[in-house]
């Protein structure tokens, strides 16, 4: 509904009606008797259509442009800054370069990098600034947020940022595999954690290696490397290794293995 007016009768349900921009031929509609509803679209620009249908009748159409994924952000919004208070209230606040952009939809969802986010969203006018109350949401969880610059019906591409209200130590620590043995040297890989594994942001890699007999060695990377070439090591050698994952949270070992270097 329009801010100022009032909705008469008894709401019967919603008729909504979905099409890509370009294929307008391409169009599908679906009455719901709730006040939500989950399309699944393309990638590609879509405008939807939804018709609020009462006993006094029908209401126009408030319709909205979904941008396409691979749409570049207009420079409406220069910056999003996120903080979280010690009662656990987060306030959303984003810098708007075009002043006749005054309405926004936020919307944001659980990102586990696995299958689609269950978004939630809220409109926000004549301000540029959105408080998420104590309990919407949940420590551990990565949150993707999106902040959608709105001018007439059309949606500009949105601002998006990743935020935990909380970090904790990672599920899991990464299970090292070696790729490339030799007499004094190994090359270790191992997988990137989940945003539904880490519990927050990694901020590193140890990696944590020594002699059987002998003393530990560290050797710490940068959360986007995924392998690493130990060098000179002792020829001939059993070796035990595991790597630590680091978050602001916490941190989680990965199970140990061994290897033998070749002899000279």
């Known amino acids: 509904e329009r801010s100022g007016v009032r909705s008469t009768g008894i709401t019967l349900g919603y008729n909504v009606l979905w099409l890509p921009e370009v294929r ?3 169009w599908r509609n679906k009455t719901t008797k709730t006040n ?18 009462n006993s006094a009748g029908c209401s126009p159409a408030a319709i909205l442009r979904i941008p396409a994924t691979w749409e570049r952000a207009r420079e409406v919004i220069s910056s999003v800054r996120i903080s979280t208070t010690a009662s656990e209230e987060t306030t959303l606040t984003w810098t708007v370069i075009d002043p006749r952009f005054r309405r926004f939809v936020l919307d944001w969802c659980i990102y586990s990098g696995v299958g689609p986010c269950n978004i939630s969203f809220q409109y926000v006018e004549n301000s540029s600034q959105w408080t998420i109350q ?5 420590p551990y969880k990565r949150y993707k947020i999106s902040v959608y610059p709105l001018l007439d019906d059309r949606a500009e591409a949105p601002w998006i940022t990743y935020y935990y209200i909380k970090e904790g130590a990672p599920l899991y620590g990464p299970n090292p595999k070696v790729e490339d043995l030799k007499e004094t ?4 890989r191992w997988d990137p954690l989940r945003a ?9 890699f140890s990696i944590i290696y020594k002699p059987l007999d002998g003393q530990e ?5 940068n959360s986007d490397v995924y392998e690493y070439t130990l060098r000179s090591l002792m020829p001939d050698t059993k070796y035990s290794i595991y790597i630590v994952a680091s978050t602001s949270g ?6 140990p293995i061994h290897f033998h270097t070749l002899p000279e």
């Open 24 to 26: 307008t031929s391409d």
């Open 217 to 221: 060695s560290v050797v710490t990377v």
């Open 196 to 204: 539904d594994e880490s519990n927050g942001f990694i901020t590193a």
């Open 185 to 188: 040297e190994v090359t270790m």
């Open 134 to 138: 104590k309990g919407i949401l949940e």
């Open 250 to 255: 916490g941190k989680t070992s990965g199970n």
């Open 36 to 53: 939500e509803m989950t399309l699944n679209i393309t990638e590609e620009a879509h405008i939807i259509s939804v018709v609020h249908i």
